[in-house]
């Protein structure tokens, strides 16, 4: 008889499922010739004037730590730029944290705020990491679905529903990854009018505000009095195409900011210093770059999703960011089951819907951050391989 081995692991940890995207690049990597639309980045490489900041920083010798918070040079920056363009006002000195990307500013959103039992409100489908998070901090993920028969925008209706005592904060992202879903003002107004009238948190994930297409970006702050009670999580990544720099920030009240600072200073002493001076420079010098990937995705993206719904693939029209989620129910396939005869047989990386959450199931994410000639040879044999069905 197989001696009983003990696990050292965290019951909570070793119950944790691997992201399922991870798989897909797996499968990906040892193959030739595949296309990958699997990768929530942008295609750009950073501008070079960031770049040279980063290696100028270096030459001058910025290799210490910064303030916990992060330099107060770009702190500053960071909150004239949330006014200038977001119409959002945070003190610099207590109100706003550079991270380790958007996913640090999530992480320590959730740990400031959750007790072991409370519950967080998680829109899906969703960014893979939010459910996963609220468990690593001791909460319960409540899983609210936006549906396709709603071009997969939340309905209050379905948010005040999932509440209950144990509720502490509703997770929102606009726009949406993966479904590229923008929430206008007024549906922020209602849901804002939902934590309110509960008295909860909103996590607003607001990382692609940088990228939305045909209607203007609203943050949940600027909403009137939803302020006190947002924490707004925002980076580098992708509006300014600096996914490897590993640069984000949250802005929150003061008294949220400086719990979340705790963990911060505990965990991560600081957001790396060469980055974070890349990101002064990003902000100073780097909205014209912004602009301009801003236009290329748009026109990729009203070729990609008009040629899907040209071969078959029912798709809304996403707003922003940069993925498309097609349903691909007319197949009759899965989405795993989709994504895998499509990798193999076509050599078309995209990622299945059900990794986002349940209601993602019958869809399939395609990021089209990829340059035309890919979105066009994708396209070709995406409809090859319907043809072969
Ligand atoms: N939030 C959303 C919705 C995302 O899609 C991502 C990355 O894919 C992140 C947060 C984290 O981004 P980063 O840690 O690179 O800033």
């Not at 829109?123 to 996963?132: I, L």
């Not at 948190?201 to 505000?209: P, Q, R």
């Not at 949940?220 to 980076?235: D, F, N, Q, V």
């Not at 979105?375 to 070709?380: G, M, N, R, T, V």
């Amino acid at each position: 008889m197989m001696e009983q081995t003990k696990t050292y692991l965290s019951k909570t940890v070793d119950q944790l499922k691997p992201s399922g995207i991870r798989r897909f690049f797996d499968l990906a990597a040892g193959m030739e010739g595949v296309i990958s639309l699997g990768v929530g980045e942008p295609d750009f490489v950073t501008s070079w004037s960031v770049r040279e900041a980063a290696i100028l920083s270096l030459e001058q010798g910025y290799t210490s730590y910064t303030a916990n918070a992060g330099l107060l040079e770009l702190r500053e920056e960071i909150s004239q730029y949330m006014y200038k363009y977001f119409g959002v006002q945070y003190s610099p000195k207590t109100e706003i944290i550079v991270t380790v990307g958007g996913s640090q500013a999530l992480d320590i959103s959730l740990r400031a705020i959750i007790d072991p039992g409370d519950e967080v409100i998680v829109v899906e489908p969703s960014f893979v990491s939010y459910a996963p998070l609220v468990t690593l901090a001791g909460g319960t993920p409540i899983h609210v679905q936006s549906l396709k028969e709603n071009d997969f925008k939340i309905m209050p209706f379905q948010i005040e529903a999932a509440i209950s005592d144990r509720t502490k904060a509703i997770m929102i992202c606009s726009p949406n990854n993966p479904t590229g879903t923008m929430l206008s003002k007024s549906d922020l107004e209602e849901i804002g009018r939902i934590a309110e009238k509960y008295d909860l948190l909103i996590i607003s994930d607001e990382i692609y505000a940088e990228l939305s297409y045909d209607e203007e970006f609203t943050s949940m702050a600027a909403i009137p009095e939803m302020r006190k009670r947002t924490l707004l999580i925002s980076g580098f990544s992708k509006g300014f195409a600096m996914t490897g720099w590993r640069l984000g920030f949250v802005c929150a009240p003061e008294e949220l900011s400086a719990a979340m600072l705790k963990i911060h200073q505990y965990t991560m002493m600081c957001a790396p210093t060469m980055a974070q001076y890349a990101a002064i420079e990003a902000l100073r010098n780097g909205r014209n770059d912004v602009e301009e990937m801003k236009k290329s995705y748009r026109r990729r993206r009203n070729y990609f999703v008009q040629s899907l719904n040209e071969i078959g693939l029912d798709c809304h029209i996403p707003g922003g960011a940069f993925y498309a989620f097609p349903s691909i129910e007319s197949t009759g396939l899965t989405s795993e089951q989709f994504a895998e005869q499509l990798l193999i047989k076509e050599k078309v990386a995209v990622v299945p819907g059900n990794v986002f959450g349940e209601s993602g199931e019958g869809h399939v994410r395609c990021s089209y951050a990829s340059s035309m000639e890919h979105l066009q040879e994708a396209i070709k044999r995406i409809k090859r391989f319907l043809n072969s069905l």
